[in-house]
T-cell receptor, first 115, second 112 residues
Framework: AQKITQTQPGMFVQEKEAVTLDCTYDTSDPSYGLFWYKQPSSGEMIFLIYQGSYDQQNATEGRYSLNFQKARKSANLVISASQLGDSAMYFCAMREVPFNTPLVFGKGTRLSVIA | SAVISQKPSRDICQRGTSLTIQCQVD?????MFWYRQQPGQSLTLIAT?????????ESGFVIDKFPISRPNLTFSTLTVSNMSPEDSSIYLCSVDDGGELFFGEGSRLTVL
């Protein structure tokens, strides 16, 4: 069975600084995808970044990058140059390939950006 | 990318009543998922709804409490039956469109 662990219930970061949100996972399937979502207080789920288990390069999307360490089964999200609007809940999730399965989510990390 | 319209966006309900949440997608999708997010918690999968077949429920969720309909490839409903305050949550539908996952804006239910 798949499992996602996010050990940081809450994080604080100074505006314009970088922050790393931790995520470890467990799966017996060799093919899987890892996702990060942002959930602001309004409740919608905003897709941030995706990493496939066979991808050689770490994924990047603008200010978001994913530090993928397959041997350690970790997929940490790095947000550079934090902005006040980055304050939200962040969820790490995974699903197996082929993609006909739902996402399994971690418990989330609440990020607060301080001016 | 799929665009999902979820209704209602929020509602306040009385204990013992039932509420149906609608999820409309602007493209045909095979797989739809319904999630529940209790206050301060993560998303928990309720069921997977494929068109033309019965929904598949996760452990802890039963059809009598959360009946789901999937009449076609663009629409699904989730009913929360005989509600209690413990059902106060955000309910989200999600679709798989060509391997990409998209979420509705969520339905925030408060049960008094």
């Amino acid at each position: 069975a798949q499992k996602i662990t996010q050990t940081q219930p809450g994080m604080f970061v100074q505006e314009k600084e970088a922050v790393t949100l931790d995520c470890t996972y467990d799966t017996s399937d060799p093919s899987y995808g890892l996702f990060w979502y942002k959930q602001p207080s309004s409740g919608e789920m905003i897709f941030l970044i995706y990493q496939g288990s066979y991808d050689q390069q770490n994924a990047t999307e603008g200010r978001y990058s994913l530090n993928f360490q397959k041997a350690r089964k970790s997929a940490n999200l790095v947000i550079s140059a934090s902005q006040l609007g980055d304050s939200a809940m962040y969820f790490c999730a995974m699903r197996e390939v082929p993609f006909n399965t739902p996402l399994v989510f971690g418990k989330g990390t609440r990020l607060s950006v301080i001016a | 990318s799929a665009v999902i319209s979820q209704k209602p966006s929020r509602d306040i309900c009385q204990r013992g009543t039932s509420l149906t949440i609608q999820c409309q997608v602007d493209s045909q999708v095979t797989m739809m998922f319904w999630y529940r997010q209790q206050p301060g918690q993560s998303l928990t999968l309720i069921a997977t709804a494929n068109q033309g077949s019965e929904a598949t429920y996760e452990s802890g969720f039963v059809i009598d409490k959360f009946p789901i309909s999937r009449p076609n490839l663009t629409f699904s409903t989730l009913t929360v039956s005989n509600m209690s305050p413990e059902d106060s949550s955000i309910y989200l539908c999600s679709v798989d469109d060509g391997g990409e996952l998209f979420f509705g804006e969520g339905s925030r239910l408060t049960v008094l």
